[in-house]
């Protein structure tokens, strides 16, 4: 299995553009998360899904949306970027409550954004 | 607002010697997880413990967890260099609905050779 794949890997943006991040598993996993990591902020959930179809808002969603058409994928788009988004994004997946796994998530690479 | 707060920020030890993290929160919680990240790299699970334990160890980790207290701490016994990394402690909620996951600020350690 690969796990969690997130491209790009980098990507710098000028304020305003749009574009969408990549995350997809192999894992058959029902929950997948996104988070943002900024320095001294630890993760902050920024949307979740439970399964196709069923997205939410975790804590920090204002300009991002999600979609989750297909268990495998679960893209995020930043519809007009700005500075204050320069932040790494990861990706996370998890096996669905009730499973008798341990709710772990397993999470992605990272893609490091910058804004201009 | 974020659930878990960890102490120290950061940790500077040497090779041998132990480390240990606090994390504390502030709602009920299902379980208590712990997470390394190395430098540029993705979280990876090292431990969890529910709420209905006390103490739950893992090679050279070893997690303890006081409910009534609504804190957590993380041990490395014998740390390494290789061991040199940020560590985050999440809570799953019982009132989060979907099982998400609310992170601390994590404690960045450095093991010294």
């Known amino acids: 299995n690969a796990g969690v794949t997130q491209t790009p890997k980098f990507q710098v943006l000028k304020t305003g553009q749009s574009m969408t991040l990549q995350c997809a598993q192999d894992?058959?996993?029902?929950?997948m998360s996104w988070y943002r990591q900024d320095p001294g902020m630890g993760l902050r959930l920024i949307h979740y899904s439970v399964g196709a179809g069923i997205t939410d808002q975790g804590e920090v969603p204002n300009g991002y949306n999600v979609s989750r058409s297909t268990t495998e994928d679960f893209p995020l788009r930043l519809l007009s970027a700005a500075p204050s988004q320069t932040s790494v994004y990861f990706c996370a997946s998890r096996p669905p409550l009730g499973a008798g796994g341990f709710y772990e998530q397993y999470f992605g690479p990272g893609t490091r954004l910058t804004v201009t | 607002s974020q659930q878990g707060e960890e102490d120290p920020q950061a940790l500077s030890i040497q090779e041998g010697e132990n480390a240990t993290m606090n994390c504390s929160y502030k709602t009920s919680i299902n379980n208590l997880q712990w997470y390394r990240q190395n430098s540029g790299r993705g979280l990876v699970h090292l431990i969890l413990?529910?709420?209905?334990?006390r103490e739950k160890h893992s090679g050279r980790l070893r997690v303890t967890l006081d409910t009534s207290k609504k804190s957590s701490s993380l041990l490395i016994t014998a740390s390494r260099a290789a061991d040199t990394a940020s560590y985050f402690c999440a809570t799953d909620g019982i009132y989060n609905q979907g099982g998400k996951l609310i992170f601390g600020q994590g404690t960045e350690l450095s093991v010294k050779p």
């Open positions: 894992m058959n996993h029902e929950y």
């Open positions: 413990i529910r709420s209905n334990e």
